[in-house]
T-cell receptor
């Protein structure tokens, strides 16, 4: 089944403790992206990747890192999480952007205490 | 820069009545237009898209949308709403070569039994 898999589904952590949210897709998509969703602010793009070893900042990249060593994986890294990064995170992939649709993961609810 | 306006924060409709979710966009050139839906506690799902051709586009779950170039609109419609259509709906314009999608806040649809 074609899908985007995010893990974990829920995560509670403390300020400053490094964490990684994994994202994997099995559709051989070139484009992958991370979003965060906050009440009243909608979905905002954090980082995106056009292909292996090609990543770029979205609208709210501060405090996040990504890597794209393999085509299928696009982990989101929070080196030193802070409470303002408490949010619902979504990973998405697409064959390429433009006229192609995005496939979304189920989301990761992160709480930073 | 691209932007989208979904003028009503929340759309309330009685079950069985027609459902319309409005979208107007501000994008230079000829955009691709997408509608996505987010059901409670789920990731976003693709509903339909307009690329070119017929202005009336049919999508999943009985939804359709009409592209109106002169009014720069892409309103989502369903002839008879179901309670299960209660969700958050996002209108997303994009341009060829653009890698940063603007999702905005979306429209909350509440279908009243």
């Amino acid at each position: 089944e074609a899908q985007v898999t995010q893990n974990p589904r829920y995560l509670i952590t403390v300020t400053g403790k490094k964490l990684t949210v994994t994202c994997s897709q099995n559709m051989n998509h070139e484009y992958m992206s991370w979003y965060r969703q906050d009440p009243g602010l909608g979905l905002r793009q954090i980082y995106y990747s056009m292909n292996v070893e090609v990543t770029d900042k979205g609208d709210v990249p501060e405090g996040y890192k990504v890597s794209r060593k393999e085509k299928r994986n696009f982990p989101l890294i929070l080196e030193s999480p802070s409470p303002n990064q408490t949010s619902l995170y979504f990973c998405a992939s697409s064959p390429g952007l433009g006229n192609e649709k995005l496939f979304f993961g189920s989301g990761t609810q992160l709480s930073v205490l | 820069a691209q932007s989208v306006a979904q003028p009503e924060d929340q759309v309330n409709v009685a079950e069985g009545n027609p459902l319309t979710v409005k979208c107007t966009y501000s994008v230079s050139g000829n955009p691709y237009l997408f509608w996505y839906v987010q059901y409670p506690n789920r990731g976003l799902q693709f509903l339909l898209k307009y690329i070119t051709g017929d202005n009336l586009v049919k999508g999943s779950y009985g939804f359709e949308a009409e592209f109106n170039k002169s009014q720069t609109s892409f309103h989502l419609k369903k002839p008879s709403a179901l309670v299960s259509d209660s969700a958050l709906y996002f209108c997303v314009p994009n341009l060829y070569g653009n890698n940063r999608l603007a999702f905005g806040k979306g429209n909350q649809v509440v279908v009243i039994p």
